[in-house]
T-cell receptor, first 111, second 113 residues
């Protein structure tokens, strides 16, 4: 079945540092790929998505590129802020109605 | 703007009580979901519905049931609450077709004492 593996956290960075959160997936066919973010005490919200190979999703300075050859969708940001502290979930949606989520990676950004 | 509304943000219930968690979406989505979120375990799917009166078990349905009498409303029921059901519960919805964004409510924190 489908699966998503993302790096375990917490990831702890200083403000303005470069961020990478790794995500790899296993799926049949051509799934859509997503990053969701969950701020403290809230539900998840869509951060960015990509629907086909080589697509780049971007939002709020975050980027991720759909790499079919490496089955990856790594999240990056050039300069993180304290307000980016949250839990980030990688997810895919393929042939099933039910999306598959990774376990989440907690990001802590210090001033 | 897309909206998934969970009726209660914080609840405290006693062991053995029947608990209802309500969720309403205003986007005319066919699919609705109930997840449970616990530290270190990520999101775990409890139940899923793809149409009115239709439901399917997710990964952890034991101790839970659901009701979908109207398209916009999906209720999670704990028949007899237990302390191990203390958790954050997230409702979500999405359009019928796979590959679509899923939209979440803000979550309901349930404590069973």
């Amino acid at each position: 079945g489908d699966s998503v593996t993302q790096m375990e956290g917490p990831v702890t960075l200083s403000e303005e540092a470069f961020l990478t959160i790794n995500c790899t997936y296993t799926a049949t066919g051509y799934p859509s790929l997503f990053w969701y973010v969950q701020y403290p005490g809230e539900g998840l919200q869509l951060l960015l998505k990509a629907t086909k190979a080589d697509d780049k999703g971007s939002n709020k300075g975050f980027e991720a590129t759909y790499r079919k050859e490496t089955t990856s969708f790594h999240l990056e940001k050039g300069s993180v802020q304290v307000s980016d502290s949250a839990v980030y979930f990688c997810a895919l949606s393929g042939g099933s109605y039910i999306p598959t989520f990774g376990r989440g990676t907690s990001l802590i950004v210090h001033p | 703007d897309v909206k998934v509304t969970q009726s209660s943000r914080y609840l405290v219930k006693r062991t053995g009580e029947k608990v209802f968690l309500e969720c309403v979406q205003d986007m005319d989505h066919e699919n609705m979901f109930w997840y449970r979120q616990d530290p270190g375990l990520g999101l775990r799917l409890i139940y899923f519905s793809y149409d009115v009166k239709m439901k399917e078990k997710g990964d952890i349905p034991e101790g839970y049931s659901v009701s979908r009498e109207k398209k916009e409303r999906f209720s999670l029921i704990l028949e007899s609450a237990s302390t191990n059901q203390t958790s954050m519960y997230l409702c979500a919805s999405s359009p019928l077709n796979s590959g679509n964004t899923i939209y979440f409510g803000e979550g309901s924190w349930l404590t069973v004492v």
